[in-house]
């Protein structure tokens, strides 16, 4: 805020004198806008007093600090003394000489992003609102406040109401909304005041709370004041707990003393011990009773030794001779003593019972230590001492003083030995006498130590008040505790350890383990003073007896394990069986390792402690549980171990404050239906439920961690089962879903076993059924499933085939049986074949009928034929079968976590409910619905091809048999033909033979006669064999099947299959509906990547969302999350108002928020998300979990980016987009002007500014840039940020805006021509929408173009050599394009300094590039290594100077310093790991500043003459890497020279010099050999000959032109290629001669570039001539000229000069 701003505002501040409120000169005499001018018309003024009424109900709305003070307060304002000009004045100097610059550095050390600067001129309501508006970017938590729930005016609740009516009574008071209710919390009914201050006490309905969505009650007003002032310190952990007020007794040995320390260590509390407490009492008591003791035996002792000494003396003055009689006498006497001895043994043992405060004196109690056994000799006979013959002769004094004559009188004190001897006697008895004290006195006792322990813990002022301490065994007696409940020092909890074992044998057994070698000494010392020897022979006997028995047990144990080994391998029984058998043996072998100990007084005494225990402790737990509300926690010890009673005792003492679930009831149903019915009239705008969405499966169902399925089920058996609405319970106001009564009272006996902890369940494994009639693509789809989701792809028959195919042989079904081939029929031989063939044929055929035999003979199992039958007729499995093989896939790896796709099962409605029965749930199942028509069209083409097959086999096997008959004829013809022409052989042969013997004239007529009967004889022959061989009919044959009526059969076939297939898939559709198994339909038919995408998009629930498959989200309206956050119901997530699915995406600005921006916020888990739009919210909702593995969002920053660009370049429009997407505020400087004038009308800023307005002057930029930096603090752009519309537009806005520090991130060049620039104005110009001329014609654009143009190019050279951060982008483009670009630039820039905040914040390193960092601030923060690499430094040793690389591309900052890498490489290593790279961890510190080498040119060496150059000016990065030989001694350049450690070094080349600078220690202090290389000297050029000569000066030109040459390969028209190439040559040397003029070389480079274009007319028109001709339309456009350009060159040829 301006001084002079400061001063005005404090000068014009008045004071109300009573109340001390501070008012401005707005507040009491504000400025009244004046009111419109009425008109005539009635109906304008009706309409003028609306308006007017709107705007004031506006104006009080907004402007609520505006509200006029009453006039009595106005005329009692006054002026204070230190609000006069004077005093203002000094104040506001000593404020910014003395305060100012401490708060200025205590800024500077502050987190910048939590810095909020605000324009002190605006009121204090306003900056209010725009601190909380500044305060709503960050992830902050509203403070929670308890709300009172039961109010006095309604009717009270009754005190001795049940707590769960209580619970109901009060959750819907003071409801956020309906569905909202408040829960209960672990407290129920117990007050938490009570409980942290350690007393559990029960609260009142009417002190009833709500807090952070549960419900408390208080027990008394004090209790609510304090839990509504801070309720946290009473519900954070460890609270609630028991404050620790326990009694824990028990028999002895039964180890109360452990769990009394357990439960210490548990709860932070101490042990009381009264019994040791006690002892000090008793013996206090047991003293007095010794000395009343002692006092009254020595007086009867003296008269006792006096009397005896008397007796003495009489005796002794008798005579010898009367001594028998008197013995006899004494005898009687004697015996008559004894008599009155025993009678009067009570009066001799009457001094020892005394009473001790109303108590008689006992045998005192055992000592604390429960392990110490006593003296048996002590326990046999207690209060019962032997009498010694001194008493029996004290007894006889009296009598026998009667009878005799008194003696002289004997003087006998107390110092006598026979009286000290009876003084100890009698003190010993009364010492082995018990000891007791009355109940009254041990509770003092008690009362005094539990005051002490809880002095103790008020000491710790956050602790409890009372509690922390345990009672061991103690109370004892029924009269303890009675004293105990009259002082009100009851505890909270009694513990009872109980040993149920029969005969208490197990604590027996315990005390005899622990105090064996006591016992068995007491035993021995017994025995031994019985019968020893009798008990020597006794224990060699039990030893032998022993041993044998030992013997005799261990070859018992080898025989049984011989005889389990033989079952074993015999396989009557498994290794499990056996090793179960064998923990069985070993745990009677343990329980029998504690024998119980042998019969005596020793175990008798044990036993009666026990047995005293049991007779009192019935009639302490009838007081307990009489006079208190105790119920006493008895805990069963037998058997058991100290961890198992402790945890069990944990969860007794903890189960008041534990959750409890309850059945669910018509009651919760009735709730329910209440908050939906109010939640439809409460919101505005209801979503409709779909028509199909269950009822029971609702969005809005308060569903538990499970969603809708059994968590016994899925705890126990991880099976995904459906949950029974019908068997519901309620936890923790969720419902969940059980499968049946049994899970349901699991569940609510353990509710908190079945449900997650510390983290959301884990869905199990994938398991699909994939179902459809044959021909659907149920094996296709599967298959790709299962290879897509790296599951187990299970073939239901097929397995069935698997495990009957080791006895069929071969798969069976219909489908296999149409596969078989057609037996081939039995052809008929020829004789000479079946005779070749009959030993072959024969054993053929007798392994056929083998095979049938055995197949005939095949004896199936049970589960064989049943599977047989299943595959071959449908026949349904028996369950048995069905539960042996389907719950492997379920419950046994690796089906069990890897998932699997189960294919073609169930296929009936029995199967599917033998599924549901027996908890075999899938995720869901696929359905394939197809038409008939598409599985005709899938199965018949194959179908039909196998027919095919099968016809041409069959035809083919019909042309076989007829060749083979035909065959057969014709050899039995040729075989007749034969044995005809033989016979006729014959008779020719007889009828020679007759011949031989007639004259020749009858053998001439002979001769033609056999002629003519060979002619005969041929006819003959033929005729016997057509008759013998007749044509055999054709058989009639069955008539092949026609291709048409196969495919009918076929299709009619295939139709019956569908029908059937169609009609199970409906009732196992039917069943699994009845299951509640999810169903997905698809349409089969389609083609399959089709149906695999539909697939593959149904299935995205049940695989891409399998983790989420749990949660539960529910939307909520914008205004409840709102009331929610107030009111404390829930908090903000942890993205607080970002939108996480935008996040996700890679968003990193905060979305609009505000009014005219809706949000659509969601509960989970207590907290509340909110979304930028209603698909994103519903796509939250699908996935939450995917959504919050996210991390956290990073740091709000602002957007401040400046578009410019010339004149119609697009910056207002681009401008205007950003700040109606993401809410900026666009300003130019006019705007900035404007809103000044606005808003601060008083301000100075604004008078200075309106004197240059009125009177038609520019506004300065000083004034101008002042005005940008007050409407900066407007909270607007400091929330979301802004955009510059056209500026900075020169050198002098840039210097006042850095003065100001206003440094956008980016500056975005938009880059359009000058003719663009004057097109898109005349387009604006003559552009309907235009509402009003502008200045902008054609020369006003011009102006501007050519002021930009004159101005930008010092903005652009400023940004990127200063910050870095100008961008040019093609206004050119769209404006979509431009948009998408431009918001690119701010999104890059805004995660860049999101991520740099965050590490920065997290004590990381972070890079700095695209920062905006000047190098001057650059060189002021620089690190202890300057402008080296640290990184090479550490890991390499060597110095990279970076300095040479002007960006900060590969900076970072760390540690507030910045340091600089050589590449991205060094940068990520120095970004993952800073500390290890910077001081104190870093390896190698940076030598000092003169150590470093520096680069220097040869001129600057040149100057330091006469400095000599090191190692005579040879390169010592040549020599030393070239192992120091002759021939690495080379001269370095003169212009490469290096200083370091003050000398001068030369290199020969770059890349050895940066060698050297990288690794200088390493070269510098080398030693040349005594032989070097002559030294070169200068030859003057025109002193070589020609051809090194022209190498040395054209060489260069002359290779440049050659190259040049070969790459175009120039042809002339019109030239041969020859001098085409010298011209060109020629050409080009004169072109780029280094020692001819500029203007002669551009000449030539013209005339090259020209007779380049020429030559690129031949390839021009060879390329677009074409032999036919082309109508010139149809020939480019340039074709014509460019051709008579071409004809036109002939016979001229391009000048040389």
């Not at 206003?1302 to 604006?1324: A, F, Q």
């Amino acid at each position: 805020m301006p001084d002079k701003d400061l001063e005005i505002k404090r000068v014009s501040l008045r004071v109300d004198p009573i109340t001390g409120d501070t008012y401005t000169k707005e507040i009491y005499n504000p400025e009244k806008p004046e009111k419109k001018k009425k008109e005539s018309d009635a109906e304008e003024e009706g309409e003028e007093e609306e308006e007017e009424e709107e705007e004031e109900g506006i104006d009080e709305e907004g402007d609520e600090h505006m509200s006029e003070l009453p006039t009595e307060v106005i005329e009692r304002l006054v002026k204070r003394p230190e609000d006069l000009p004077s005093h203002v004045i000094e104040n506001i100097k000593n404020y910014k000489s003395n305060l100012l610059p401490l708060l200025e550095d205590f800024m500077a050390d502050h987190d910048q992003q939590y810095l909020v600067e605000l324009d002190g001129n605006q009121p204090s309501p306003i900056l209010f609102k725009q601190l909380l508006q500044r305060l709503h970017c960050f992830i902050t938590r509203p403070a929670a406040v308890p709300i009172r729930l039961h109010d006095n005016e309604e009717e009270e609740i009754p005190e001795d109401i049940d707590t769960d009516e209580l619970m109901r009574t009060l959750a819907p008071k003071e409801m956020v909304a309906p569905r909202f209710r408040w829960r209960r919390s672990r407290w129920l009914r117990h007050c938490p005041v009570a409980l942290y201050e350690g007393n559990i006490v029960q609260g009142k309905p009417d002190l009833s709370v709500g807090f952070l969505d549960k419900l408390y009650c208080l027990s008394s007003p004090q209790a609510m004041e304090k839990f509504l002032k801070n309720p946290r310190p009473y519900l954070l952990p460890t609270q609630p707990r028991p404050p620790c007020k326990i009694s824990v007794t028990g028999p002895h040995m039964s180890g109360k003393t452990t769990i009394s320390h357990l439960l210490a260590q548990k709860y932070g509390a101490k042990v009381l011990d009264i019994e040791r407490l006690v002892q000090p009492k008793i013996e206090e008591e047991k003293e007095k009773t010794l000395a009343k003791v002692r006092e009254e035996t020595t007086e009867h002792a003296i008269i006792t030794v006096k009397t005896k000494l008397k007796e003495q003396q009489e005796a002794e003055e008798l005579e010898r001779a009367e001594r028998e009689g008197d013995q006899t006498t004494d005898q009687g006497e004697t015996t008559e003593v004894d008599t009155e001895t025993e009678k009067g043994k009570g009066k001799k043992t009457e001094p020892a019972p005394v009473d001790v405060e109303g108590g008689r004196l006992e045998k005192p109690p055992e000592p604390p230590g429960e392990e110490k056994i006593e003296d048996p000799k002590e326990e046999a006979d207690p209060g019962e001492p032997p009498i010694t013959e001194e008493k029996t002769e004290v007894s006889q004094t009296p009598e026998a003083s009667k009878r005799t004559v008194s003696p002289p009188t004997i003087d006998v004190d107390a110092t006598h030995p026979e009286v000290v001897t009876l003084v100890e006697a009698a003190l010993k008895e009364a010492e082995n006498q018990s000891f007791s004290l009355s109940a009254d006195v041990y509770i003092d006792i008690a009362e005094k130590a539990i005051q002490d322990t809880e002095k103790d813990l008020r000491k710790n002022a956050t602790g409890p008040l009372c509690g922390g301490w345990i009672l061991d065994n103690f109370p004892q007696t029924r009269d303890q505790w009675m004293v105990m409940v009259e002082r009100g020092i009851v505890p909270d909890d009694a513990i009872c350890l109980r040993d149920s074992s029969e005969n208490g044998n197990f604590l027996v057994r315990r005390w005899y383990k622990y105090n064996k070698d006591q016992i068995e000494e007491l035993i021995r010392l017994r025995k031994a003073t019985e019968e020893a020897e009798k008990l020597h022979l006794a224990e060699e006997e039990r030893v032998k007896r022993e041993e044998m028995e030992r013997q005799a047990a261990e070859e018992e144990r080898k025989k049984r394990e011989a005889e389990r080994r033989k079952k074993i391998e015999s396989g009557e029984i498994s290794e499990d069986v056996a090793a179960l058998e064998g923990i069985e043996r070993l745990s009677v072998q343990a329980e029998l390792l504690d024998p119980l100990p042998p019969d005596g007084p020793e175990l008798d005494s044990e036993r009666e402690k026990r047995k005293e225990f049991e007779r009192e402790w019935p009639a302490m737990q009838a007081m307990i549980t009489g006079s208190t509300t105790i119920e006493p926690i008895q805990v069963e010890i037998e058997k058991r171990g100290e961890e198992e009673i402790f945890d069990e005792l944990i969860t007794s003492l903890e189960e008041k404050f534990k959750y409890h679930g309850w059945e669910y009831s018509g009651m919760d149903v009735d709730e329910e239906e209440e908050d939906l019915e109010a939640s439809r009239e409460a919101e505005d705008e209801e979503e409709e439920e779909e028509e199909d969405e269950d009822p029971n499966r609702s969005k809005k169902k308060p569903l538990g961690d499970v969603n809708h399925f059994c968590p016994v089920s899925m705890y126990e058996r991880n099976v995904l089962w459906p949950g029974n609405p019908e068997c519901s319970a309620r936890y923790r106001e969720k419902v969940y879903y059980l499968a049946n009564d049994e899970a349901r009272e699991k569940f609510l006996k353990n509710s908190q076993m079945y449900l997650p902890k510390k983290e959301p369940l884990k869905s199990p494994a994938l398991r699909l059924l994939m179902l459809g009639p044959k021909g659907s693509g149920k094996s296709l789809h599967a298959r790709y499933l299962a290879n897509k989701l790296n599951i187990f792809h299970i073939d239901f028959r097929e397995r069935l085939q698997e495990m009957i195919i080791a006895k069929t042989k071969k798969k069976i079904g219909p489908e296999y049986e149409e596969d078989k081939e057609e037996p081939e029929e039995e052809e008929e031989g020829n004789d000479d074949e079946e005779g070749a063939n009959a030993e072959d044929v024969e054993p053929a055929a007798e392994d056929e009928d083998k095979k049938k035999e055995e197949e005939d003979e095949m004896e199936y199992t049970e589960e064989e034929e049943a599977i047989k039958s299943y595959l071959e007729s449908d026949d349904p499995l028996p369950d048995e079968l069905m539960t042996k093989i389907l719950t492997d896939w379920w419950n046994t790896e690796p089906f069990k976590s890897t998932g699997f796709v189960l294919e073609g099962f169930p296929r009936t409605s029995d199967e599917a409910k033998y599924l549901a029965e027996n908890g075999l749930y899938p995720d869901g199942a696929v359905l394939l619905n197809v038409e008939d028509m598409d599985v005709v069209g899938r199965l018949l083409p194959p179908k039909l091809d196998k027919w095919r097959v099968k016809r041409d086999k069959r035809l083919a096997k019909k042309n076989k048999k007829k060749e083979k008959a035909k065959k057969k004829r014709d050899a039995a013809i040729e075989k007749r033909r034969a044995e005809l022409t033989k016979e006729r052989d014959e008779r020719r042969a007889e009828r020679k033979a007759q011949k031989g013997e007639k004259d020749s004239d009858e053998e001439a007529e002979e001769g033609e006669e056999e002629e003519e009967e060979e002619v005969e004889e041929e006819e003959d022959i033929e005729a016997v064999l057509a008759e013998e061989f007749e044509e055999e009919e054709e058989e009639d044959e069955e008539e092949e099947e026609l291709e048409e009526d196969a495919v009918d059969r076929l299709k009619n076939d295939l139709a019956e299959v569908y029908d059937n297939d169609t009609n199970r898939l409906a009732d196992v559709q039917q069943t699994l509906e009845e299951a509640l198994i999810p169903r997905i339909e698809l349409e089969g038919g389609r083609k399959p990547h089709i149906v695999r995408y539909l697939l593959s998009k149904n299935l995205k629930p049940y695989v891409d969302f399998r983790h989420s498959r749990f949660e539960r989200v529910y939307a909520i309206s914008e205004k409840l999350a709102t009331k929610m956050l107030r009111v404390g119901y829930k908090q903000p997530s942890r993205f607080g108002k970002w939108d996480p699915v935008q996040m996700k995406d890679g968003e990193c600005i905060q979305p609009m928020q505000g009014p005219g921006y809706s949000t659509y916020p969601a509960i989970y888990r207590g907290h509340i998300y909110y979304f930028a739009s209603h698909d994103n919210r519903d796509m939250f909702i699908q996935d939450p979990m995917s959504y919050l593995k996210q991390p956290s969002p990073k740091p709000v920053v602002p957007i401040r980016i400046a578009v410019i660009g010339p004149p119609k370049s697009g910056k207002t429009t681009m401008a205007t987009r950003f700040a109606e997407t993401y809410g900026l505020m666009r300003l130019s400087l006019g705007e900035a002007i404007r809103q000044v004038m606005l808003n601060q009308p008083k301000s100075t800023l604004a008078m200075a500014i309106n004197s240059y307005m009125v009177r038609g002057q520019t506004i300065p930029d000083e004034l101008t840039i002042q005005a940008l930096e007050t409407t900066l603090l407007d909270m607007r752009c400091q929330t979301r940020g802004v955009v510059f519309d056209g500026f900075p537009m020169s050198k002098r806005q840039i210097d006042l805006m850095t003065q100001k520090s206003i440094i956008p991130i980016r500056i975005v060049e938009l880059e359009i021509d000058s003719k663009e620039t004057m097109v898109r104005g005349t387009k604006d110009r003559h552009s309907p929408n235009r509402a009003y001329p502008v200045h902008d014609s054609a020369q006003i654009l011009a102006i501007k173009l050519s002021n930009y143009l004159r101005e930008i190019g010092e903005v652009r050279k400023w940004y990127k050599e200063q910050h870095k951060n100008f961008v040019n982008m093609n206004g050119n483009r769209s404006k979509w394009w431009v948009w998408h670009q431009l918001l690119d630039v701010a999104r890059k820039g805004v995660s860049q300094i999101q991520l740099y905040l965050q590490r920065v914040a997290d004590g990381k390193a972070s890079s700095v590039a695209d920062m905006c960092i000047t190098p001057q601030e650059f060189e002021v923060r620089l690190g202890d290594f300057g402008q080296y690499c640290p990184v090479n430094l550490a890991n390499k040793g060597e110095l990279i100077d970076c300095s040479v690389n002007p960006t900060l591309e590969f900076a970072a900052e760390f540690r507030g310093h910045y340091y600089k890498m050589a590449g991205q490489e060094e940068l990520e290593e120095f970004l993952h790991e800073p500390e290890k790279y910077v001081p104190p961890l870093a390896p190698v510190k940076l030598p000092a500043r003169h150590l470093l080498p520096r680069q220097i040119t040869g001129v600057q060496a040149k100057a330091m003459f006469p400095k000599p150059i090191e190692i005579q000016g040879y390169c010592p990065v040549t020599y030393l890497d070239g192992k120091c030989r002759y021939e690495a001694i080379i001269q370095g350049d003169r212009e490469l020279v290096v200083l370091y450690r003050d000398n001068l070094y030369y290199f020969e080349n770059e890349k050895k010099l940066k060698k050297f600078m990288r690794l200088p220690e390493k070269y510098w202090n080398l030693t040349l050999p005594h032989k070097l290389p002559p030294k070169k000297e200068p030859i003057a050029v025109t002193n070589i000959p020609m051809l090194g000569f022209m190498e040395q000066t054209v060489a260069t030109s002359i290779n440049k032109a050659l190259t040049a040459v070969g790459s175009l390969k120039p042809k002339y028209p019109f030239l041969s290629v020859t001098r085409s190439s010298q011209i060109y040559f020629a050409y080009h040397l004169k072109a780029y001669n280094p020692k001819s003029s500029e203007y002669v070389r551009k000449k030539y480079k013209q005339k090259l570039m020209r007779f380049e274009e020429t030559c690129e007319l031949i390839k021009y028109l060879g390329n677009n001539m074409t032999v036919k001709y082309k109508d010139p339309k149809a020939r480019p456009i340039d074709f014509d000229f460019k051709l008579n350009q071409f004809m036109a060159l002939k016979g001229i040829e391009p000048t040389p000069t």
